[in-house]
């Protein structure tokens, strides 16, 4: 058996380390400094390296392998290049100025919960561990009472001892591919760059799994890993990276499955001839652990959030988790998967974030299970061609586009439910220039409103600023709500404008209004919610802050409007069941107990029945029901009102007040002046 000797750690102490570990080995061959970087691969250059390094063994049993920078990086491409040289066994000595080591806080409280965030890279300390391949592993402190040649020479003699340990405990344990740390942290190194990234899991799924030439994903991950201090060169070979794409794909890690029995059984892939001679010593070299594991991350990846209410969360998920016919998880699994949890999920940053988990974890971008987003999609596909929105139009587009990457067809045929109504205006047949045909000017608008920005915008006569808040779709077309600031104040008015009828001309970047947005937003959705259509723009500052105002007192104010009806039984049946047509207490009804009725009764959990349902009932009367709305002052002339009030014929007669009941009748009369003599 021939050994190679690698002290690295403390280089104010190498000296004084060698110099005792050759009175242990005194025919060791010594290296004491690395071959010079050839340009290569620095993977190729690792494995050249080691190679040179095995030549020594030609001249001597021991070798001796000083590294005075010896980075992570460095040691697992060490370990694994010389992975298949079994008659070569690995003894790492690692000087250490100080024993103190990172401590892992446990991740759950008294009730189970996750209340320990894990810093990002916890596990994956730059400090060696005997994970990394070593066949033997001694740490020693220098600032122990025992000398460095003390030290050495003591644990020398144990060597063989630490060979058979590791040897008794690898009979537990069957290899596999991923018994190599570096090959095991690659893998999960490869799930957490798809999880981060929607589009990266994308192209993972439409080159990865729809063929075995997977070669597009490999590289962008080897380039990735190459970039990114996080992974490190030692993970892009790209051969091994797309093997590792296709067990994930035969792994069940993409696609949609009906439930938890439709998995496809997670095996470990098979060792080669040299990865079964491995020292299995990181936590998951043995297929079972491996296998246990890999179940957890993909339930979490295919179920995010999954949780009940009431049950402690890692309890929740062990019964869960247990059901998957593999049987490598039972109930009595809680704490490996505690461990699981606190060395894998927040160990190599796989957590969306590292807020507390309180109801369940989420991995990467994932948010809602793969069928609930098909269904969402069918939705929104049923309903935006309607809608003629160019932002639902281009977000349904991606997400079309993503879920055919994961192998799932929106159900547009059997969409649950869709929007019955459609635009009246298409973007197609709108006055060119305005902004409902210019896809790029109402993503810079939507952008605005998101950044709090000011746009300039015309109405196609005159040009003025406003800070947009939303977009509205009522009575089948599109509208931005905004507000227009006036002179000698912070705030100004709200506005509505139709889509069609505005142009956007440019966005102002310097200022960002995020107080006066949140102001003018809250403002905005009480003014709609308020009024029964839409309120006019030519309203003044003072006639909407009536109406604006958080309290509800505005509705006793002069210039308010109350519109008392009386209805036939046909329209109160209609009427009746609309109790949320208007916020509370802008609706009153007939008290549903002072009739017999057809035994229609209100939801007794409705929010203030008790208070709606209030109007007395007219009994013997043709319109024996009444009905009142309490309405901002200026919804005299608002056409939605007049046309619905108008709209059930006979069936509903306005009794108050006598001012706007004239209006309404004298409309009446034209309309049947203009029918009885047509043009």
Request: hydrophobic fraction near 40%; include cysteine; proline fraction near 5%.
């Amino acid at each position: 058996m021939k050994y190679l000797h690698i002290l690295f750690g403390d280089t104010a102490s190498l000296g004084d380390a060698l110099s005792a570990l050759q009175l242990c080995c005194p025919s060791a061959t010594v290296i004491d400094e690395s071959i010079p970087f050839d340009g290569s691969h620095p993977l190729v250059w690792y494995r050249n390296t080691c190679l040179e390094i095995s030549k020594e063994f030609v001249q001597s049993d021991d070798v001796i392998l000083v590294m005075h920078s010896f980075s992570r990086a460095s040691r697992l491409a060490f370990t694994d290049a010389l992975a298949c040289k079994g008659d070569i066994k690995k003894i790492g000595w690692f000087l250490m100025s100080s024993p103190v080591r990172p401590q892992q806080s446990d991740c759950f409280d008294e009730d189970h919960e996750l209340n320990v965030a894990i810093p990002e890279n916890f596990f994956v300390s730059n400090d060696p561990t005997e994970d990394e391949g070593f066949d033997a592993f001694i740490p020693l402190c220098l600032s122990g009472s025992k000398s460095i040649e003390a030290a050495i020479k003591e644990n020398s003699l144990s060597i063989d001892a630490r060979f058979t340990n590791i040897s008794n405990r690898n009979k537990a344990k069957s290899p596999h591919r991923y018994s190599s740390f570096l090959a095991f942290e690659r893998l999960v190194y490869i799930v957490r760059a798809l999880v981060k990234s929607p589009d990266l899991f994308g192209s993972f799924r439409e080159s990865g799994c729809g063929s075995l030439d997977s070669g597009r994903i490999s590289s962008e991950l080897s380039d990735l890993f190459i970039g990114s201090s996080a992974y490190g060169f030692i993970y892009s070979d790209i051969d091994e990276i797309q093997k590792d794409l296709v067990w994930l794909c035969d792994s069940g890690f993409v696609g949609e499955f009906v439930d938890q029995s439709a998995f496809p059984a997670l095996i470990p892939p098979a060792a080669s001839s040299c990865e079964e001679d491995l020292p299995m010593r990181h936590q998951f070299a043995g297929a079972e652990e491996f296998a246990r594991l890999m179940i957890l991350l993909r339930h979490l990846l295919h179920f995010p959030g999954d949780f009940s209410k009431g049950q402690p969360l890692a309890k929740y998920l062990v019964s869960r988790i247990s059901e998957y016919s593999d049987g490598l998880w039972t109930h009595s699994s809680y704490d490996s998967l505690r461990d699981y949890i606190r060395r894998i999920i927040y160990g190599y940053d796989l957590a969306f974030d590292s807020r507390p988990a309180r109801r369940g974890y989420f991995l990467g971008s994932a948010v809602v299970e793969l069928g609930e987003l098909a269904e969402l999609v069918s939705v929104v596909d049923s309903s935006a061609p309607a809608l003629e929105s160019p932002l639902v139009q281009e977000l349904l587009d991606k997400l079309r586009k993503r879920l055919n990457y994961l192998g799932v067809v929106p159900r547009s045929a059997t969409a649950l439910s869709m929007i019955a109504e459609r635009a009246i205006v298409s973007r197609t047949s709108c006055r060119p220039g305005c902004l409902l045909a210019d896809d790029n000017h109402f993503k810079l608008v939507s952008a605005a409103i998101a950044s709090r920005h000011e746009i300039e915008i015309s109405n196609f006569q005159m040009s003025f600023r406003a800070l947009p808040l939303q977009f509205l779709f009522h009575k089948r077309a599109w509208y931005l709500g905004c507000e227009v600031r006036e002179k000698g104040r912070t705030d100004g008015c709200l506005r509505i404008y139709r889509l069609d009828r505005i142009k956007y001309l440019r966005r102002d970047t310097r200022l960002e209004h995020s107080d006066r947005f949140d102001r003018a937003f809250s403002r905005l959705q009480r003014l709609v919610s308020r009024t029964f259509g839409l309120p006019p723009n030519d309203l003044s500052y003072q006639e909407q802050s009536v109406v604006w105002r958080e309290e509800q007192d505005w509705i006793s104010h002069s210039s308010s409007l109350t519109v008392s009806c009386r209805l036939t039984p046909n329209a109160w049946k209609f009427i009746r069941e609309g109790a949320d047509r208007l916020p509370f207490p802008q609706l009153q009804l007939s008290s549903i107990d002072q009739v017999s009725t057809d035994g229609w009764y209100p939801v007794a959990s409705m929010p203030n029945v008790g208070r709606i349902y209030t109007l007395p009932v007219h009994s013997g009367s043709t319109h024996p029901f009444e009905a009142k709305l309490h309405l901002p002052g200026w919804c005299r002339r608002d056409f939605d009102l007049m046309n619905w009030l108008l709209g059930f014929g006979e069936g509903l007669v306005v009794t108050a007040p006598a001012d706007f009941r004239e209006v309404l009748l004298e409309r009446l009369k034209a309309s049947i002046s203009a029918w009885e003599a047509p043009p």
